[in-house]
């Protein structure tokens, strides 16, 4: 076996793609958008040059020409392989000592545990071995932490399958919001760069909502550049006009039974919808006035890598919530995503408790989705004088 750097992206993309712990953060790419690192690629490799291992490393540079190495998602190899996996962590010690790493950090896709939609739970009974046998090399594990802030990647995430996907398969309430969204006059845009102002508008309302920091239109742009044939922005827009318009047919209509009506019980009922819809007339021009006749006011942006769908960020003006258009958003970039032959699409993270009051998890499960339960964060030490110390500062700091 051979270990190599600066591995060929290609054949690196190809290898994750085929691999169970494959994952679009281990991507060639994704060395690209975290620009303030520095990337690279590690590989093992056979007699024949086959892969047998491969990993994306980002490089974070410290005072005093140190480093800490973190492999996202990383790192892809057969695991049952005893003597690929001892060779490879001996290689990649020294690939780490001559970088002046401090530590490698890496986070490969362990699957913990499993709640199937219909609740029914799956442990992988061999994930105890593989953690055995990376401390056996000097690993040290992290744990199953107990905050999603504990780690740099959620350790637990909501995962569509596509054979538990469908809309006749969705819950009553959901399958109602979404005919909601469709009825209020909306459009549905699928694109690319040319949504990322809109989407970056609607991002900025989520920030405020949530009061954090995301991403800028930059950053965005980048994601979409780094994988201009497998990123796209689902953007739901909706026409004001179009439905004060049709609110206003329905005051007419409702003006007209009144005064044909004998039935005070029916006047009552008429009056009460000719208020209701006056209401929300007032609001529509209110609306119209702050954000224009068609605003965009909720979108997705997913990017596929392999056979999965990621949504990497989701936002909403929230002063459209009664419209539901977040349902419609999610619906239309998972299906989107199946049929463009996905098999899987990941929702993203959510809290490690999952508590029934969290509106994260709740939102998330109207989509079917697996709860999937990840081991967390392995460390790797490389200078065991300054490991200890620089491991408490880093977790101080995050």
Not at 47 to 67: F, N, P, R, Y
Not at 94 to 100: D, L, P, Q, T
Not at 218 to 227: E, H, T, V
Not at 363 to 390: A, C, D, H, Q
Request: glycine share 6%; proline share 3%; hydrophobic share 35%.
């Amino acid at each position: 076996m051979k270990f190599k750097s600066q591995t060929n992206p290609k054949i690196h993309d190809d290898f994750i793609k085929n691999s169970r712990l494959g994952n679009l953060l281990n991507s060639s790419s994704w060395g690209t958008i975290k620009d303030n690192w520095v990337s690279d690629i590690v590989s093992v490799v056979d007699d024949k040059d086959e892969m047998l291992a491969s990993s994306l490393v980002l490089i974070k540079k410290l005072a005093l020409g140190k480093t800490i190495i973190y492999c996202p998602k990383g790192i892809v190899m057969d695991y049952d392989n005893l003597k690929l996996v001892s060779f490879f962590f001996k290689k990649l010690k020294e690939y780490g000592k001559n970088k002046k790493a401090i530590f490698i950090k890496f986070d490969p896709l362990f699957l913990n545990k499993a709640i199937n939609p219909d609740g029914t739970a799956f442990q992988d009974e061999f994930i105890p071995e593989y953690i055995i046998l990376l401390k056996n090399l000097g690993v040290k594990y992290q744990g199953l932490t107990s905050n999603m802030s504990d780690t740099i990647q959620p350790r637990y995430n909501a995962v569509v399958d596509k054979e538990d996907f469908s809309f006749d398969k969705l819950h009553k309430r959901t399958k109602q919001f979404i005919n909601k969204a469709k009825r209020s006059y909306t459009d549905i845009k699928i694109g690319g760069i040319e949504l990322i102002s809109d989407f970056s508008t609607l991002m900025s309302f989520t920030e405020n909502r949530k009061g954090v920091n995301l991403r800028d239109k930059a950053y965005y742009n980048k994601l979409l550049s780094s994988y201009p044939l497998s990123s796209e922005i689902t953007l739901v827009s909706i026409d004001l006009n179009k439905l004060s318009f049709e609110n206003q047919k329905m005051i007419s209509l409702n003006e007209n039974l009144l005064v044909k009506t004998q039935s005070e019980k029916k006047q009552k009922n008429y009056k009460s919808e000719i208020d209701r819809l006056t209401t929300e007339n007032n609001k529509l021009e209110k609306l119209k006035n702050e954000f224009g006749s068609t605003p965009p006011i909720a979108g997705t942006l997913t990017v596929s890598f392999g056979n999965q769908t990621e949504c990497l960020y989701a936002g909403m003006n929230d002063k459209f919530s009664s419209y539901y258009p977040s349902y419609l958003a999610w619906f239309t970039a998972i299906e989107n995503s199946f049929n463009q032959g996905k098999e899987r699409f990941n929702m993203g993270g959510i809290n490690n408790d999952l508590s029934e009051t969290d509106g994260l998890l709740k939102f998330k499960r109207n989509f079917l989705p697996t709860i999937e339960e990840y081991v967390g964060e392995f460390n790797l030490p490389v200078n065991k004088f300054l490991y200890p110390l620089t491991n408490w500062l880093y977790k101080k700091r995050k």
